[in-house]
T-cell receptor, first 115, second 112 residues
Framework: DTGVSQNPRHKITKRGQNVTFRCDPI?????LYWYRQTLGQGPEFLTY????????KSRLLSDRFSAERPKGSFSTLEIQRTEQGDSAMYLC?????????????FGQGTRLTVV | KQEVTQIPAALSVPEGENLVLNCSFT??????LQWFRQDPGKGLTSLLL?????REQTSGRLNASLDKSSGRSTLYIAASQPGDSATYLC???????????FGTGTRLKVLA
């Protein structure tokens, strides 16, 4: 098991373009999370899935953001009409409940720069 | 609304010193608390997980304690080394939701 994998690691895009990020969770994990982190801040929750169902979305997730997790496996996060304020590190995490024990594991993140 | 605060925001210590990082949360109805390490430009590495029924967890030179009633957790690092230099983040999950709420982190620098 190689852990949570995110691609691409870095993305530079022009303002107004659409971008899509991919996250592959640890294979047996049924929960998948997306977070956004800006410099000097802790990660901010965006959304999470349990299997293929999107159970919660943050108010930070504007209409330009959409996330999917088809078949409860990998997930994609798409940002439409990117703005400079979208520049951040986008982190994905996965977890699986074993009894009362739930530990989250994070990927290396995708750093987005909007120019 | 759950809020997580970490003090201090930054810390610089000489090598070999024992140190304590603090994390406080406003809603004591937590499911668990997890400490992470983050190196510059990298993702998060899980260090310790404390379930709500536990008081502490230990891993090597790290010890994390949890006091739910007072809304506090501490991460104790023994005999600090330059390789411990990183940002340390704590996160809680609150009962009824599985999302993790993070503090802003403590940026630690251990001087050789």
């Amino acid at each position: 098991d190689t852990g949570v994998s995110q691609n691409p690691r870095h993305k530079i895009t022009k303002r107004g373009q659409n971008v899509t990020f991919r996250c592959d969770p640890i294979s047996e994990h049924n929960r998948l999370y997306w977070y956004r982190q800006t410099l000097g801040q802790g990660p901010e929750f965006l959304t999470y899935f349990q299997n293929e169902a999107q159970l919660e979305k943050s108010r930070l997730l504007s209409d330009r953001f959409s996330a999917e997790r088809p078949k409860g496996s990998f997930s994609t996060l798409e940002i439409q009409r990117t703005e400079q304020g979208d520049s951040a590190m986008y982190l994905c995490a996965s977890s699986s409940r074993q009894g009362s024990y739930t530990e989250a594991f994070f990927g290396q993140g995708t750093r987005l720069t909007v120019v | 609304k759950q809020e997580v605060t970490q003090i201090p925001a930054a810390l610089s210590v000489p090598e070999g010193e024992n140190l304590v990082l603090n994390c406080s949360f406003t809603d004591s109805a937590i499911y668990n608390l997890q400490w992470f390490r983050q190196d510059p430009g990298k993702g998060l590495t899980s260090l310790l997980l404390i379930q709500s029924s536990q008081r502490e967890q230990t891993s090597g030179r790290l010890n994390a304690s949890l006091d739910k009633s007072s809304g506090r957790s501490t991460l104790y690092i023994a005999a600090s080394q330059p390789g411990d230099s990183a940002t340390y983040l704590c996160a809680v999950t609150t009962s009824g939701t599985y999302k993790y709420i993070f503090g802003t982190g403590t940026r630690l620098k251990v001087l050789a």
